[in-house]
């Protein structure tokens, strides 16, 4: 079975830094195009940014010049790099994948969700 895990978060003072992981396992064949999603208490999932199998990015106006995605395609990794965190970063933050599968003999393509992990942006 395939998984996205997330690892990074945690609590940090405001004007921090934050590296979030989110690493595919199982019979992955290809991942296409990856994104960071968050999600505040009381409010909708947002995204944050995302990255293509080439590379190219987007951004959230919000995180512009403060975040950057980057993926390792041997890792089946994205990463976000967070710096100047304000308090309006706080959320959980999900990673999302288009993966490409082996699922027995059955080849699937499908988005998958991580687990989510927390930031906190609190002094």
């Known amino acids: 079975q395939v998984q996205l895990v997330e690892s990074g978060g945690g609590l940090v003072q405001p004007g921090g830094s934050l590296r979030l992981s989110c690493t595919a396992s199982?019979?992955?064949?290809?991942?296409?195009?990856m994104a960071w999603y968050r999600q505040a208490p009381g409010k909708q999932r947002e995204e944050v940014a995302s990255i293509t199998n080439a590379g190219r990015t987007n951004y959230a106006d919000s995180v512009k010049g403060r975040f950057t995605i980057s993926r390792d395609n041997a890792k089946l990794t994205v990463w976000l790099q967070m710096n100047s965190l304000e308090p309006e970063d706080t959320a959980v933050y999900f990673c999302l994948a288009d993966l490409h599968y082996m699922d027995g003999d059955i080849y699937r393509i499908r988005y998958h969700w991580g687990q989510g992990t927390q930031v906190t942006v609190s002094s």
């Open positions: 199982g019979t992955i064949l290809n991942i296409n195009d």
